[in-house]
Antibody
Framework: QVQLQESGPGLVKPSDTLSLTCAVSGYSISSGNWWGWIRQSPGKGLEWIGYIYYSGSTYYNPSLKSRVTMSVDTSRNQFSLKLSSVTAVDTAVYYC??????????WGQGAQVTVSS | DIQMTQSPSSLSASVGDRVTIACRASQSISTHLNWYQQKPGKAPKALIYAASSLQSGVPSRFSGSGSGTDFTLTISSLQPEDFGTYYCQQSYSSPLTFGPGTKVDIK
């Protein structure tokens, strides 16, 4: 069964870059599927950030596109998120997930990221 | 962007009750509608995809229906473990968007 695990700093300073990695087990990223990031904050609810294919193709939420970069490392079976120029509104729980033809079928447990000096 | 709304925002029901949650899209999304269940401190769990298809392992008391702009999630006989918040999500067009959630409590 596929499992996903987010990792990265829990505290990021304003204007810095948030970096998270999602390690995938029980399934090869290279087998296909899109791999996504979603965040959840009390103020904005669930917000889709974007997703990436194992080949590197990406789709980003237009509202975040200028600050988001996603990448995939097939050798380590993981994918990553970078969000630049963060502010307090980027404070959220960040989830990685595998996207099926329609829904996000399996999710990681989530990583709390707080933006504060 | 396609806006998703849900009603009610919360409900309280007894074990065995039939529960219905509504989700509406601001424009037609065909059947590109998914449902998730989230319990406190946990990640969302996929329940229904493509409006009416049950995810593997999800109990058959959960069902989904609808197309176009109006959708429904039904729990035929509410169980104690069904508490949590339920979200709809459209996968019709970018950006993918979620509803605000419906919180279900067990009386």
């Amino acid at each position: 069964q596929v499992q996903l695990q987010e990792s990265g700093p829990g505290l990021v300073k304003p204007s810095d870059t948030l970096s998270l990695t999602c390690a995938v087990s029980g399934y090869s990223i290279s087998s296909g599927n899109w791999w996504g990031w979603i965040r959840q904050s009390p103020g904005k609810g669930l917000e889709w950030i974007g997703y990436i294919y194992y080949s590197g193709s990406t789709y980003y939420n237009p509202s975040l596109k200028s600050r988001v970069t996603m990448s995939v490392d097939t050798s380590r079976n993981q994918f990553s998120l970078k969000l630049s120029s963060v502010t307090a509104v980027d404070t959220a729980v960040y989830y990685c997930a595998i996207k099926g033809p329609d829904s996000f079928d399996h999710w990681g447990q989530g990583a709390q990221v707080t933006v504060s000096s | 962007d396609i806006q998703m709304t849900q009603s009610p925002s919360s409900l309280s029901a007894s074990v065995g009750d039939r529960v219905t949650i509504a989700c509406r899209a601001s424009q037609s999304i065909s059947t590109h509608l998914n449902w998730y269940q989230q319990k406190p401190g946990k990640a969302p769990k996929a329940l229904i995809y493509a409006a009416s298809s049950l995810q593997s392992g999800v109990p058959s008391r959960f069902s989904g229906s609808g197309s176009g702009t109006d959708f429904t999630l039904t729990i035929s006989s509410l169980q104690p473990e069904d508490f949590g918040t339920y979200y709809c999500q459209q996968s019709y067009s970018s950006p993918l968007t979620f509803g605000p959630g419906t919180k279900v409590d067990i009386k």
